[in-house]
């Protein structure tokens, strides 16, 4: 909820160097860890046993993206048809501080005409140009899965198919998801706390 106050950052561990930059623990990296094995098996389920392409949005989406995979993976070795999966990369740049530049980069993804007629599993937060251009390589179907879905008045509507959680509108960092490139070491997703912006500021 909007006004949830979050864990306090006694209960749980987190790297020395960001004590006095955080505000609270907004998703503890037990309970990701659980939604996304979830989020696996309802991927799974939906695609059946296509091969799939996972296009992992960097950076913020490596974390979920190997953890996602890791539990595909596992699912498929456990059942009685092996699924192929293959990984590619690509990077969406729209952040510098807390701020979204509004314009968006794509960079990386060599070759996305790989692409054609596969079944895409894309992983990230932001997706609508990254969409449009892998239309024009047709693919079989493509899916979106994110972690967070954030309630924002800027929102354009777009919804994953597959969410791992709603969230606040709220700068939060963690599990990758960065701040100027500082705070991808910490496990659990956290809320950024003004200290924090002003010392990592660029």
């Not at 990296?29 to 296009?55: C, F, N, P, T």
């Not at 996602?68 to 456990?78: A, D, F, G, T």
């Not at 048809?81 to 807390?98: A, Q």
Request: charged share 25%; proline share 3%.
């Amino acid at each position: 909820m909007d006004d949830w106050p979050g864990y306090d950052l006694n209960l749980f561990t987190y790297p020395q160097h960001y004590y006095g930059d955080l505000e609270y623990v907004l998703i503890p990296h037990g309970i990701i860890v659980d939604r996304i094995e979830r989020l696996a098996k309802d991927i799974m389920k939906d695609i059946g046993y296509s091969d799939i392409m996972v296009l992992c949005v960097l950076k913020g989406g490596y974390k979920f993206c190997a953890d996602l995979v890791e539990h595909l993976k596992n699912i498929s070795r456990n059942s009685d048809r092996f699924v192929s999966m293959k990984v590619d990369f690509i990077r969406l740049k729209s952040y510098r501080n807390d701020q979204s530049m509004g314009e968006m980069q794509i960079i990386g993804g060599d070759d996305l005409s790989t692409l054609a007629g596969k079944d895409v599993v894309g992983t990230g937060r932001t997706m609508k140009a990254l969409l449009s251009n892998i239309a024009k390589y047709k693919p079989n179907m493509v899916k979106v899965a994110s972690l967070l879905v954030k309630r924002t008045p800027r929102s354009d509507g777009f919804r994953p198919d597959y969410a791992g959680f709603e969230i606040p509108n709220l700068f939060v960092v963690g599990y990758a998801l960065d701040y100027n490139e500082y705070f991808r070491d910490l496990n659990h997703i956290c809320v950024i706390n003004e200290h924090g912006k002003e010392k990592y500021r660029v």
